[in-house]
């Protein structure tokens, strides 16, 4: 796995602040069926067992990663990376680098759900040592099935 950082040393990465909420709502709409619209973003934000991690080129986020911690397991809300900025690592960078302050939360493993359809989410999932553990069909809105996933920490 590339080490973003070192490659692109004027990235960088950090937790979810207000200002940047907008961009992440942004994003939302232009990457998902059914997106998190702005209300239900603010409101994980503001939730105590929700992280954003967000990496920023300058002031642009570049990519995120959203999970919300639920006893031994931390869920994904979402991780998106920005269409000009894909093929960086950049969501192999921030799924892996999130694993430590979900572990310090209490969380034992990451859980979440992918569209079938899903190829490229479910090839970086696979280099980074996420299992397939079931098929729930259907699942998403539009009546998608979903892989359901999940990476145990180490
Ligand atoms: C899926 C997504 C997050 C991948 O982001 P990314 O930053 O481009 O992924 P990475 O650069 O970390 O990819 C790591 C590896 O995964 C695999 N991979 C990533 N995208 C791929 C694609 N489109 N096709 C095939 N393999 C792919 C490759 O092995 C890649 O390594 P390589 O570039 O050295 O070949 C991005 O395409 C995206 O934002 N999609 C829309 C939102 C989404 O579906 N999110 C996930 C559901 S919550």
Redesign the pocket.
């Known amino acids: 796995m590339k080490n973003v950082l070192r490659h692109y040393p004027r990235y960088s990465v950090q937790f979810l602040y207000p200002w940047d909420i907008r961009q992440i709502v942004r994003l939302e709409r232009k990457?998902?069926l059914e997106p998190m619209l702005l209300a239900p973003v603010v409101r994980k934000y503001l939730s105590p067992r929700t992280r954003f991690l967000v990496v920023k080129d300058g002031p642009l986020v570049i990519?995120y990663f959203g999970y919300e911690v639920l006893g031994a397991y931390a869920h994904?809300l979402?991780?998106?990376?920005h269409p000009s900025?894909?093929?960086?690592?950049?969501?192999?960078?921030v799924l892996t680098h999130a694993e430590p302050s979900a572990a310090k939360m209490g969380a034992k493993a990451f859980i979440?759900e992918?569209r079938l359809s899903?190829?490229?989410?479910l090839?970086?999932l696979k280099?980074i040592g996420w299992t397939k553990v079931g098929v729930i069909n259907p699942f998403f809105g539009n009546g998608e099935g979903a892989h359901i996933v999940m990476k145990v920490f180490q």
């Open positions: 990457v998902f990519a994904v979402a991780n998106v990376t900025y894909r093929r960086q690592g950049l969501a192999q960078f979440g992918v899903n190829h490229p989410q090839e970086v280099t």
